[in-house]
């Protein structure tokens, strides 16, 4: 079996952190839209008519839950079609496989819905054509009837079987049953679905023995169990996907496959059922890194969703057209970005899909969502005036996104409308990457460059008015750009919130960018490896710590250059004053010997740390760090960013008490960095500054900061982080406990599984209450460092020459910004 790519695996935590999905490959640029901040809102501006229902699976309340989901299946003109599917928990201890059957524990029906009320007018339980040995795939509905099969497998022959059932929706009756030839069936992971009149057309992504990625194209004809398929491949790059496929010609079809770079267009024939490569500077209109999610319309259009809306294909003018923008409805656009597009036409829209954006947690029943979307005459905000709030890739985070709704539903003169105008900016930072080194220079180099674009716009009045999630370009982070928040935020209680968190935040008292929810980072181990501080390490007393107990293998994996970056970025308060730059200081030369005499000039690569199962990251902790050593031993300690409590509690778990968060090395021994999960800021230059101040409000409340909480996110009131924290510890101690911790690496039940309690909540508050400093980059600086220090490390020039070099290049670099 192909193992997963090194670059995917990092690819997959960039992702967990809401970071660019661009930063798995190259990006299109593409102009740049204006700004339509300050313009006001016509009545017939584009708008959407909404109705949204939720469904829950229906479980049994008495059984313990290992997991249930539903998806969609197919439609017809009155109804829609979901299948719900899972598994109640198998008991442990002593089974008698002989009379055991999986099916006693299964979920598996479905329900025809109405299209127009959103209600569930059939359900049908389908557990009864389960066999024994074997499981049910291919689930469909179309004209009527419900088509799946069943695969057995037999022990005594050791051979597989297939079954085709259909059921009448109307009846719930079998109208056929037939066997079919195993090696007939595609057991492949299909990613996509293309009807197009008698063809079904399905993608998958494999990999051959020379671990060359290439794609399969598989056709059914006339409603046929068999497909004929086609391979798509590339001598020169691997391929991933085939994102749509849109006709070109009689019984022609162009099929784009998104590759290492550039994607790489076919021509599929299916008059002769063969590929054959075209000029993709035909098809330089369509951005293919942008599309998911498409469905084909009754006339053949190609619709598609982006991270800003629905779009179409037109092929004969060779564009993209807009169809339905996010801003142009009243629904929570945190949903309407990844939910399954199942009807689509340029006047009413359907969508489907799971509510919760958080992460998997098994043993909780999810909420499903059904929209429908209608074209409606008349704007209901006409007359308003657009306040536009920057979103880096779109990502709103749910109750953000609700507090957008409750302000433009009350406030009535302005209106809050989402974009992401910087989503295709030039630049290809993240290729080829293959070393945390690699990775942070990278990082650097786009937020440079973010940080300049935003800057240039709002200096010339351009920019957005209100920005989400940008505290990692710390450039911004001045009047010229930024307002000081704290007349919003004002005078906060200790005894009511995290105060530290919000000084963290700050620079030099001022607030730019307001932490709604935060994430903590540093080094997770046992309370008593700490330095003298207690909450962080002395660049001595973690040089001790790194041979005592880690064994000279640092939870820090980086090159000199980059790991000193890290150091000064956390300790940046000391260098970096009042737009003057100083690394004269005793504390800048304490850190710059400490990485030299301590880390290796380069990092391992990523492909030799997964070769030798060193990069064995916390399954379910959030960022791009790995603890050391063989994955199926003991560990010591991590270096992680942890945004979520049950991250917290599972590391404490996997490392055998590691209980504190502390500092990375620093001359004073300071405890661990700040970093933002939603954050706010708005621009010196906003059409009103004022109204941007009262959506800061509502994000300030109580009920804002207890659903962040609830959602399992660090927050700054101590009362909702307290209930928070108590709701993960129950959940923890239970379902989440069982599927988290609840085995050992050979399968087996743990016997003396941890146990949380107040005692956890109360040592996590501590390391919150110990926060000084928040990790933001000034990513232009961090970027002269790694230019300049190695002359040092390397032993080539002397720290004072270094210094004088950096120090300057700094100091011009703060000049020209004014």
Same mark, same amino acid.
């Given at each position: 079996m192909k193992k997963l790519p090194i670059k995917a695996v990092a690819c997959a935590l960039i992702v967990a952190m809401v970071l660019p999905m661009a930063a798995c490959g190259k990006k299109k640029g593409k102009s740049r839209e204006k700004s339509r901040s300050g313009e006001v809102i016509k009545a017939d501006s584009p708008w959407f008519d909404s109705m949204v229902k939720a469904y829950k699976p229906e479980v049994d309340s008495k059984k313990s839950l290992e997991y249930v989901s539903q998806q969609y299946i197919g439609s017809d003109d009155k109804s829609f079609v979901v299948y719900t599917n899972g598994y109640y928990k198998i008991p442990t201890g002593k089974i008698d496989w002989n009379t055991f059957s999986y099916n006693d524990y299964s979920i598996n029906f479905v329900e025809i819905i109405d299209k127009s009320t959103g209600k569930t007018e059939k359900k049908y339980d389908l557990s009864e054509y389960l066999p024994k040995n074997g499981g049910m795939e291919e689930i469909q509905y179309a004209d009527g009837k419900f088509n799946f099969r069943t695969v057995t497998y037999d022990d005594a022959s050791g051979k597989m079987s297939v079954l085709k059932y259909v059921i009448d929706a109307q009846t719930g009756k079998v109208v056929e049953k037939k066997d079919v030839p195993y090696e007939d069936s595609n057991y492949r992971y299909y990613y996509h679905t293309f009807n197009f009149g008698d063809y079904t057309v399905k993608i998958s992504q494999e990999w051959d023995e020379a671990d060359k990625g290439y794609c399969t194209v598989s056709v059914f004809e006339g409603g046929s169990d068999s497909s004929t398929d086609i391979e798509l491949r590339d001598n020169e790059q691997n391929l991933y996907d085939v994102p749509l496929i849109f006709k070109s010609g009689e019984n022609k079809f162009i099929a784009p496959a998104s590759a290492d770079k550039d994607p790489v267009y076919f021509e599929i024939d299916l008059n002769t059922y063969t590929a054959s490569k075209v000029d993709s500077k035909k098809y330089d209109w369509l951005d293919v890194n942008s599309i998911y999610n498409t469905f084909i319309g009754k006339d053949g259009t190609v619709y598609y969703s982006t991270s800003e809306g629905i779009s179409k294909l037109n092929i004969e003018k060779k564009t993209t057209e807009d169809v339905f923008r996010y801003n142009w409805c009243s629904v929570n656009r945190a949903y309407l970005g990844y939910l399954q597009l199942i009807e689509c036409s340029d006047d009413s829209i359907t969508l489907w899909g799971e509510k919760s954006t958080s992460s998997y947690m098994p043993g909780v029943v999810s909420e499903y969502i059904l929209i429908t979307l209608n074209r409606a005459e008349t704007n209901p905000h006409a007359g308003k005036s657009i306040l536009e709030l920057y979103a880096p890739y779109s990502n709103v985070d749910i109750n953000v996104g609700e507090a957008i709704i409750k302000f433009n539903e009350t406030n009535g003169k302005y209106y809050i409308e989402p974009t992401d105008r910087y989503q295709g900016i030039d630049g290809d930072y993240y290729s080829d990457i293959n070393s945390e080194d690699e990775w942070q220079k990278a990082n650097m180099k &786009?937020?440079? !460059?973010?940080?300049?674009?935003? !800057? =240039?716009?709002?200096?010339?009045?351009?920019?957005?008015?209100i920005l989400l999630n940008t505290s990692a370009y710390g450039q911004l982070n001045s009047d010229n750009y930024l307002v000081d928040l704290n007349r919003y935020v004002g005078t906060l209680d200790s005894d009511k919130y995290f105060t530290n968190i919000v000084e963290a935040a700050g620079n030099n008292g001022k607030l730019y960018q307001f932490p709604l929810s935060y994430?903590?980072?540093?080094?997770?181990? +046992?309370?008593? &490896?700490?330095? +003298?501080?207690?909450?962080?390490?002395?660049?001595?007393?973690y040089e001790k710590f790194l041979k005592d107990q880690l064994n000279g293998k640092d939870v820090l994996n980086y090159g000199q250059a980059a790991y000193f970056s890290m150091l000064f970025t956390a300790m940046s308060e000391k260098f970096l004053v009042d737009g003057k730059a100083d690394f004269t200081g005793p504390e800048f030369a304490e850190l710059a010997e400490f990485v030299k005499n301590n880390v290796p000039e380069k990092a391992r690569s990523w492909d030799e740390m997964y070769n030798n199962d060193e990069y064995a990251s916390a399954t379910y902790a959030v960022g791009v760090s790995a603890f050391k050593g063989d994955s199926m031993t003991p560990q010591i300690a991590t270096y992680t960013t942890t945004y979520r409590f049950i991250d917290y509690f599972i590391q404490i778990a996997q490392f055998n008490g590691a209980s504190a968060i502390l500092g990375i090395p620093s001359a004073d021994g300071r405890g661990p960095l700040l970093e933002s999960y939603n954050s706010v800021a708005i621009s010196s230059q906003s059409k009103n500054i004022d109204a941007c101040g009262e959506f800061v409000k509502m994000l300030m409340t109580d009920d804002v900061?207890?659903?962040? $909480? @609830?959602?399992?996110?660090?927050?700054?009131? %101590? $009362? !909702?982080?307290?209930?928070?924290? @108590?709701? !993960?510890?129950? &959940?923890?101690?239970?379902?989440?406990?069982?599927? &988290?911790?609840?085995?050992?690496?050979?399968?087996?039940?743990? %016997?003396?599984?941890? @146990?949380?309690?107040? %005692?956890? /909540?109360?040592?996590?508050? +501590?390391? /919150?209450?110990? /926060?000084?400093? =928040?990790?933001?980059?000034? $990513? $232009?600086?961090?970027?002269?460092?790694?230019?300049? =220090?190695?002359?040092?490390?390397?032993?080539? +020039?002397?720290l004072d020459n270094v210094v004088k070099i950096a120090q300057d290049r700094a100091q011009k670099v703060l000049g020209e910004r004014g």
């Open positions: &786009y937020n440079s !460059a973010m940080s300049n674009e935003l !800057a =240039m716009d709002i200096l010339n009045g351009e920019g957005p008015d994430m903590i980072t540093g080094i997770q181990t +046992k309370p008593e &490896y700490a330095g +003298k501080s207690g909450i962080g390490f002395t660049t001595e007393e900061q207890m659903e962040l $909480a @609830k959602g399992g996110n660090f927050v700054l009131s %101590k $009362a !909702a982080f307290r209930q928070g924290a @108590k709701d !993960a510890v129950d &959940y923890m101690n239970g379902p989440g406990g069982d599927s &988290y911790i609840g085995f050992d690496n050979n399968g087996d039940p743990v %016997k003396n599984r941890m @146990k949380f309690s107040q %005692k956890n /909540i109360d040592e996590l508050e +501590k390391i /919150i209450s110990s /926060i000084s400093r =928040m990790n933001s980059t000034d $990513a $232009a600086i961090g970027l002269i460092l790694i230019e300049e =220090m190695p002359a040092y490390f390397s032993g080539q +020039k002397e």
